[in-house]
């Protein structure tokens, strides 16, 4: 190797040396939150929800078109969507992160047999996709958007009135 080659190859090789461990520790922690939201996910699914603080920041906020709720406002809701479809199913469609953030394609169903989620109980199937933005600060989702289709969700239910 000529004398400018190697002059040129060796900076490369040192920047290489650093940028590709500081890359397998983001992907890495990628993965740790992505694990997070699944966790999280498998809780809403199974009904665990004395596990649901587990993967959430003390001071969490759920952030909503007219209210961003706390914490226990969000666990609040959790519980009120269980009651009034005890047997809600949540799954992962699909999940992907960037940085400090992970993006959720989500779908619940579930039969609404009880009152809930200010609807009375209705005996009608429900299924809804959504997505929700989680980000995240030490290891815990720290902060969440979520958007789904509530007009669909009252249609569903048969709270919507038909249209002529």
Known sequence: M?????????????????VLPVRAQSSSELEKNKNVVRSFIEVLDQGKLDKYSESHAADFVAHGSTHDATLEEDMAAARDERQAMPDMRATVNQM????????????????????????PATGKKIKISG?????????????????????????????YPAQP
């Open 2 to 18: 000529r004398k400018t080659s190697m002059f040129l190859f060796l900076p490369a090789l040192a920047i290489l040396a650093i």
């Open 96 to 119: 992907v992160a960037e940085g400090d953030l992970v993006a959720v394609h989500w779908t619940v169903a579930g039969t609404n047999t009880q009152p809930g989620m200010g609807f």
């Open 131 to 159: 997505m929700t933005l989680f980000r995240f600060k030490g290891g815990k989702i720290s902060e969440e958007w979520s958007f789904w289709n509530m007009l669909s969700v009252l249609k569903q239910a048969g709270l």
